[in-house]
């Protein structure tokens, strides 16, 4: 991490803002026991599930939208079904493929069905089945050999 030297010596006033990306991802998200660090980890699992493109387990997303959902409003409030933004908790090809209407319409009643569950939990849950999907645990990196001028793709 590099900051201004102005930083040390307390003359800058504004703040410093850092952004953290997970590097690893652990097989068993239950081993992490600090909430901060459970709650990065989430939002850095939700990043990939939103770029993800398995279209075979829509279905899924519609369940991964309601643990976050939970995670990040709590509870169920009733009356209101446009209470979030769709483009925040599925990916942009479901909002296309199913419009934003029928979204509004029927992920609440997943988020319902889990009314009462702790945050902790949702936010376990998610990360669980988030990694059943096949791109979501997936750091492609992608090097280039000059002498060969060929791509190589590793997956870990």
């Given at each position: 991490?590099?900051?201004?030297?102005?930083?040390?010596?307390?003359?800058?006033?504004?703040?410093?803002?850092?952004?953290?990306?997970?590097?690893?991802?652990?097989?068993?998200?239950?081993?992490?026991?600090?909430?901060?660090?459970?709650?990065?980890?989430?939002a850095?699992?939700k990043?990939?599930?939103?770029?993800?493109?398995?279209?075979?387990?829509?279905?899924?997303?519609?369940?991964?939208?309601?643990?976050?959902?939970?995670?990040e409003?709590?509870?169920?409030?009733?009356?209101?079904?446009?209470?979030?933004?769709?483009?925040?908790?599925?990916p942009?090809?479901?909002?296309?493929?199913?419009?934003?209407?029928?979204?509004?319409?029927?992920?609440?009643?997943?988020?319902?069905?889990?009314?009462?569950?702790?945050?902790?939990?949702?936010?376990?849950?998610?990360?669980q089945?988030?990694?059943?999907?096949?791109?979501?645990?997936?750091?492609?990196?992608?090097?280039?050999?000059?002498?060969?001028?060929?791509?190589?793709?590793?997956?870990?």
């Open positions: 991490m590099y900051l201004p030297k102005s930083w040390r010596k307390n003359i800058l006033k504004d703040k410093v803002v850092m952004y953290l990306k997970v590097q690893y991802f652990a097989e068993n998200y239950q081993l992490i026991v600090n909430d901060d660090a459970l709650k990065l980890y989430y850095e699992v990043a990939r599930v939103l770029s993800s493109r398995c279209y075979e387990h829509e279905g899924l997303y519609f369940q991964l939208a309601a643990y976050a959902l939970q995670v409003l709590g509870d169920y409030k009733q009356g209101n079904n446009a209470y979030f933004q769709p483009q925040g908790f599925l942009v090809w479901v909002i296309q493929r199913r419009g934003k209407d029928y979204i509004l319409e029927h992920t609440p009643a997943l988020h319902w069905e889990i009314t009462g569950m702790s945050s902790r939990k949702a936010t376990q849950l998610f990360i089945n988030a990694f059943t999907l096949s791109d979501v645990p997936v750091t492609i990196y992608t090097l280039l050999k000059v002498w060969q001028h060929a791509y190589i793709t590793y997956i870990i």
